[in-house]
């Protein structure tokens, strides 16, 4: 998860550069604690709830895409999974699956065609 915190916060502190915010300007912009904000970036500490994330986002003028991507980045670096997946009982039954795959352990035959259903019906 180390990794994960710290990818999250590299990105974080691009997007915020990229917008040309200094810290303080940002976070005056999003109503969040500098000293937070700054551990977030070096990775110390995880990033807020969803809620927040989108008003990161927006304040970052991220589109809708990219919108989607930062949180999810965001719950991957906080050891979550992003609730639309989470919801989708399809998604949730191959999770197992893709996890092993991920591990490089051999998902048995089944499991490997409810993957490439789910991916085609997506």
Same mark, same amino acid.
């Given at each position: 998860?180390?990794?994960?915190?710290?990818?999250?916060?590299?990105? *974080?502190?691009?997007?915020?550069? +990229?917008? &040309?915010?200094?810290?303080? =300007?940002?976070?005056? !912009?999003? #109503?969040?604690? $500098?000293?937070?904000?700054?551990?977030?970036?070096?990775?110390?500490?995880?990033?807020?709830?969803?809620?927040?994330?989108?008003?990161?986002?927006?304040? *970052?003028?991220?589109?809708?895409? +990219?919108? &989607?991507?930062?949180?999810? =980045?965001?719950?991957? !670096?906080? #050891?979550?999974? $992003?609730?639309?997946?989470?919801?989708?009982?399809?998604?949730?039954?191959?999770?197992?699956?893709?996890?092993?795959?991920?591990?490089?352990?051999?998902?048995?035959?089944?499991?490997?065609?409810?993957?490439?259903?789910?991916?085609?019906?997506?």
């Amino acid at each position: 998860m180390k990794k994960s915190l710290q990818k999250f916060g590299e990105t *974080l502190k691009e997007l915020r550069l +990229k917008k &040309r915010l200094s810290l303080r =300007e940002v976070c005056k !912009a999003t #109503g969040y604690d $500098p000293s937070n904000w700054s551990k977030i970036e070096r990775g110390l500490i995880p990033p807020p709830d969803g809620k927040t994330m989108v008003k990161w986002s927006k304040v *970052l003028g991220l589109n809708q895409e +990219k919108q &989607r991507e930062f949180i999810d =980045e965001a719950k991957v !670096a906080q #050891g979550a999974i $992003p609730e639309d997946i989470l919801y989708d009982k399809g998604a949730i039954e191959c999770l197992p699956a893709f996890f092993r795959t991920l591990r490089n352990e051999k998902p048995t035959k089944e499991e490997i065609d409810n993957l490439i259903k789910l991916i085609k019906s997506s």
